[in-house]
């Protein structure tokens, strides 16, 4: 089964810094979800990637997914409170409509 | 206009009870989920279901009686609360396929006592 695998598992940062998510694959992803969830609220959808190599950006956030498609990285630009929550990255399992998620990143940007 | 939209926000009950939590959709998906997410956060797909129809089962006890009278809803009855079904249930949808993105609900946190 494909197992997803996010680093940091929390992390604290001072607000107007950058940081860097990553998210690793025990298999080739066919696609590879970010996600948002703060506390007691659903889950965002921030962006999605499919093919190798490729990367997208939303306003300070960006997400890319390495040539081999095994592993993606967030990055945050000049953080702000706003960016606090956890960050959840997720794949369809090849052929199988589900998402599998890895465990999440909470992220807490400090004043 | 809520996309996905669960009810109830909150669950308190206790030991025993049956419970049911609903989930709506109004984006026209043919697909729902519900997904599980445990005190440490790790969200798990339960069950998934396209036009009605079950197509996922995540070997979930079957004291979970997911059930869909229409595509656009899918509610999750459970029988004989356990203390460890204490989590947040997310309910989501998406289109058809894999490759579509899924929307989810605000969830549901259910506590047993």
């Known amino acids: 089964s494909q197992e997803l695998e996010q680093s940091p598992q929390s992390l604290i940062v001072q607000e107007g810094k950058n940081l860097t998510i990553n998210c690793t694959s025990s298999?080739?992803?066919?696609?590879l979800y970010w996600y948002k969830q703060k506390y007691g609220e659903g889950l965002i959808f921030l962006m999605m990637?499919?093919?190798?190599?490729e990367e997208k950006s939303h306003e300070k956030i960006t997400a890319k997914l390495d040539e081999k498609k095994q592993q993606s990285s967030l990055h945050i630009t000049a953080s702000q409170p706003s960016h606090a929550g956890i960050y959840l990255c997720?794949?369809?399992?090849?052929?199988?409509?589900?998402?599998?998620f890895g465990q999440g990143t909470r992220l807490t940007i400090n004043p | 206009d809520t996309a996905v939209s669960q009810t109830p926000k909150y669950l308190v009950t206790q030991m025993g009870n049956d419970k049911s939590i609903k989930c709506e959709q109004n984006?026209?998906?043919?697909?729902m989920y519900w997904y599980k997410q445990d005190s440490k956060k790790f969200l798990k797909i339960m069950f998934s279901?396209?036009?009605?129809?079950?197509?996922i089962n995540e070997t979930v006890p079957n004291r979970f009686s997911p059930k869909s009278p229409d595509k656009a809803h899918l509610n999750l009855h459970i029988n004989s609360l356990e203390l460890g079904d204490s989590a947040v249930y997310f309910c989501?949808?998406?289109?058809?396929?894999?490759?579509?993105?899924?929307?989810f609900g605000q969830g549901t946190r259910l506590t047993v006592v």
């Open positions: 989501a949808s998406s289109q058809a396929g894999p490759g579509a993105e899924a929307f």
């Open positions: 298999k080739t992803l066919y696609g």
């Open positions: 990637l499919q093919k190798g190599g």
């Open positions: 997720g794949a369809h399992p090849s052929g199988a409509q589900k998402l599998v």
């Open positions: 984006l026209g998906h043919d697909t």
């Open positions: 279901y396209n036009n009605k129809e079950l197509i």
